[in-house]
């Protein structure tokens, strides 16, 4: 059972804006960064935001990150048909030493 | 240029224990602040952490598997070793290996290895 909570899936059309959340408690999200993963069909997950809302090179602006409380969101803008991937948040739980959430996966329709 | 490699058997048989070898470049773990993870996918299913060592000798374990799991390095070969006893077919899954970076409140995972998957079956 993973120890945050993201909805199992979102869907956009291209060019919309789609929000992904990231849930979570004191013991993890509340005290801890977010970083956020895609993950392409067959290939190995590759980070998109780090420290919470810090893009790594390469990564383009249309992606970002947010984080308020127990909550983390990822906000997709300009959605592509290349975006359509499995989205995973994760936050170090300092109870559980447990990380990631259940996963989104994102349909671009 | 950052690599990690994972190595080990494809198959295993329930009740073995697997041993998982990662090779990396680009980094040492002898170097403050570096760290390396072990991270699973059952297929078609969500990402678990298993473990994690730290330059300076520290590891740290999902709590869950805990009295399964041993992670060691070998900072001379530039490698991360995990063991897992008493397999079952519930563990099957492709397996990862993955620089981590950051303090221990602000950890990301970059880069991922390419993973390997690992099949528990009789």
């Known amino acids: 059972q993973s120890v945050l909570t993201q909805p199992p899936s979102a869907s956009g059309t291209p060019g919309q804006r789609v929000t992904i959340s990231c849930s979570g408690s004191?013991?993890?999200?509340?005290?801890?960064?977010v970083s956020w993963y895609q993950q392409l069909p067959g290939t190995a997950p590759k980070i998109i935001i780090y420290s919470n809302n810090h893009r790594p090179s390469g990564v383009p602006d249309r992606f970002s990150g947010s984080k308020s409380g127990t909550s983390a969101s990822l906000a997709i803008s300009g959605l592509q048909s290349e975006d359509e991937a499995d989205y995973y948040c994760a936050a170090w739980d300092d109870s559980l030493n447990r990380v990631f959430g259940g996963g989104t996966k994102l349909t671009v329709l | 240029q950052v690599t990690l490699k994972e190595s080990g058997p494809a198959l295993v048989k329930p009740t073995q224990t697997l041993t998982l070898t990662c090779s990396f470049s680009?980094?040492?773990?002898?170097?403050?602040?570096?760290?390396v993870s072990w991270i699973r996918q059952p297929p078609g299913k969500a990402l678990e952490w298993l473990a994690r060592i730290d330059w300076n000798d520290d590891k740290f374990y999902n709590t869950s598997l805990k009295t399964r799991l041993t992670i060691s390095k070998d900072t001379s070969k530039n490698q991360v070793v995990l063991t897992m006893t008493n397999m079952d077919p519930v563990d099957t899954a492709t397996y990862y290996c993955v620089r981590t970076q950051g303090t221990h409140s602000d950890l990301w995972f970059d880069p991922w290895g390419q993973g390997t998957l690992v099949t528990v079956s009789s």
């Open positions: 004191s013991s993890n999200i509340g005290s801890n960064t």
């Open positions: 680009g980094f040492s773990l002898n170097t403050i602040g570096m760290r």
